[in-house]
Structures are given as C-alpha cells and as structure tokens.
C-alpha cells in the first residue's frame, strides 16, 4: 500500500532529446507527488510537484504528468542538457502524515 | 545562508563502535528526518520528530538511535547492533502546511573499517 514504484533504474538519453522517468503508487490516499533532483554527493533537492486535482504541471523544461484513474505520474525533462545529469526520485505523500515514501531513483546520464 | 548542516562529510565505523551523526538546521522548522540511501533501494526512512523531545520510528529504525533536545538538532547514533551501516545518510526537514516540501542537508557516507 505504502509503495511508490521507479522506472527505469537507468537512463541515457542524447543531449537535446527528452528524458521521461514513471512511478506508479498504490495508496488512493496519496495528495502530493514531488520529484527530487540529486547531484552526486550531494542531498535531493526538490524539483517539481503536483496535486491529484491537475492532470499536468509545467515549470521551464520540466513537466510532471499525472493519471490519477491509473495510480501514475511521470516526469518529462524537454531539451536534456548534459547538466541534468542527476539522480531523479519521486515520492508521494499524505495531508497529515510526516512520511514521504520515495521510489527507488533513476539515474540519468546526458550525453553530447 | 539558511539551510541544513550535516557532519562529517565521511565517517568510518569500527567493528562494536558506535558513531553519531550530526545535523544541525537554521530554517526554524519543526520537524526533522534521517534517511538512509543505498544504491538501487531509495530514500528510507530511520526516524523522525515532529516537535522538541519527541521522535518516531520509521521503516529501518532497528540500529539506530536519535535524541531531538533542541529545535535546530536532530542527531543519529548508529549502534553496534545495525550490523550493515555502510550507507549515504541524508538529514531532512520541514514545516507543517501545504508546502511539505523536505530541505536536505549534504550527507554523511559511512563505511565500516
């Protein structure tokens, strides 16, 4: 119930080209979905969010995707750089409860 | 320059010791998170404290230990009897609201010797 799953666990993708990284949840009770940006050795930082009550969010060249009859959100990265070269996470969460519950990370390599 | 402080950046382990990880924030917020992170498993939570003296346990508390005697402090002792530690440990925090945003510190990699 609690599960948030990551796909893929790795990713290369051609700088200019758009990477796309899916999570799938079980929990209906699920109100927040970030995603999380982290550059090795370094902690995650938050990248975007969306709430069930949109279907889509926007911000520069990244976009969250969310289908709440299909429990999935994904994240969609236009124009990939080579400095978006990261570990992506998402999570998702509960009003009222502390515990974020992340997925697994995927690792993305942009290449020239 | 608000934000989180973790120490040391690296910390080795000996057989039978135990070793506490700092993490001090300025942000004001109240509550404060320890997550584990190991290659391909995530982002898991050990404990948490919503306010001042108070903590829970998370998913992997066993081996683990925290106190939460001042707001900015939230430090975690790994014990002897987590018998894998070696991991990248990752401090949080947050406010309660809409935002739930979570401010991580930098990490602290700790190997066994």
């Known amino acids: 119930q609690q599960q948030v799953k990551q796909s893929p666990q790795s990713l290369i993708v051609q700088k200019g080209g758009i990477s796309i990284i899916n999570c799938a949840y079980e929990n209906t009770a699920f109100d927040y979905f970030p995603w999380y940006q982290q550059f090795p050795g370094k902690g995650p930082a938050l990248l975007i969010a969306?709430?069930?009550?949109?279907s889509e969010k926007k911000e520069g060249r990244f976009t969250i995707s969310f289908n709440k009859s299909a429990k999935q959100f994904s994240l969609h990265i236009m124009d990939s750089q080579p400095g978006d070269s990261a570990t992506y996470f998402c999570?998702?969460?509960?009003?009222?409860?502390?515990?974020?519950?992340f997925g697994t990370g995927t690792k993305l390599q942009v290449i020239p | 320059d608000g934000g989180i402080t973790q120490s040391p950046k690296y910390l080795f382990r000996k057989e039978g010791q135990n070793v506490t990880l700092s993490c001090e924030q300025n942000?004001?917020?109240?509550?404060m998170y320890w997550y584990r992170q190991d290659p391909g498993q995530g982002l898991r939570l050990i404990y948490y404290?919503?306010?001042?003296?108070?903590?829970q346990k998370g998913d992997i508390a066993e081996g683990y230990s925290v106190s939460r005697e001042k707001k900015e402090s939230f430090p975690l002792t790994v014990t002897s009897a987590q018998k894998n530690p070696t991991a990248f440990y990752l401090c949080a925090s947050n406010s309660p609201g809409p935002s739930r945003e979570l401010f991580f510190g930098s990490g602290t990699q700790l190997s066994v010797l």
């Open positions: 942000l004001n917020h109240d509550a």
């Open positions: 969306i709430r069930p009550d949109v």
């Open positions: 404290s919503q306010i001042v003296n108070d903590f």
């Open positions: 999570a998702a969460s509960r009003w009222g409860y502390q515990k974020v519950t």
